[in-house]
């Protein structure tokens, strides 16, 4: 806990090339997700949930257990990153999701202001350097 926020982070994510935290989908992933406990601030993965920042080349990459887990621990924010390509900020049932990678440095960094007190997610517009 940072000054009243709590927070929980895991760096799995489905079976991607030879990478490390690689695990197969279903069982293995669902027991590292269950692991995640209500009431937290801000979740951190490495990978995205299902449909949410997932899309990589043409193919959904994301992980549907995680997304039950977020669906159950309701955090007010789920930060992850691993796909590059669709990084961006969605409300999705009262859950800010970020995926806040740069794409080969393309992409302006992610910067959210959250308060604790209201669980109230906002997104910063920071201009770009120049």
Request: with cysteine; hydrophobic share 45%.
């Amino acid at each position: 806990m940072i000054d009243g926020v709590r927070f929980w982070g895991g760096p799995w994510q489905p079976d991607f090339h030879s990478w490390a935290f690689n695990l197969p989908r279903g069982a293995p992933l669902a027991a590292k997700w269950a692991m995640i406990p209500d009431g937290i601030d801000v979740l951190i993965t490495h990978g995205p949930p299902a449909g949410i920042g997932d899309g990589a080349d043409g193919v959904r990459a994301g992980c549907a257990d995680l997304l039950a887990a977020v669906r159950r621990a309701r955090p007010a924010l789920h930060l992850f990153g691993h796909i590059h390509q669709d990084g961006g900020l969605w409300e999705v049932d009262g859950v800010m999701f970020a995926n806040v990678t740069s794409w080969e440095c393309e992409r302006a960094p992610t910067v959210i202001d959250y308060d604790p007190a209201t669980r109230r997610v906002t997104p910063v517009a920071v201009p770009p350097a120049g």
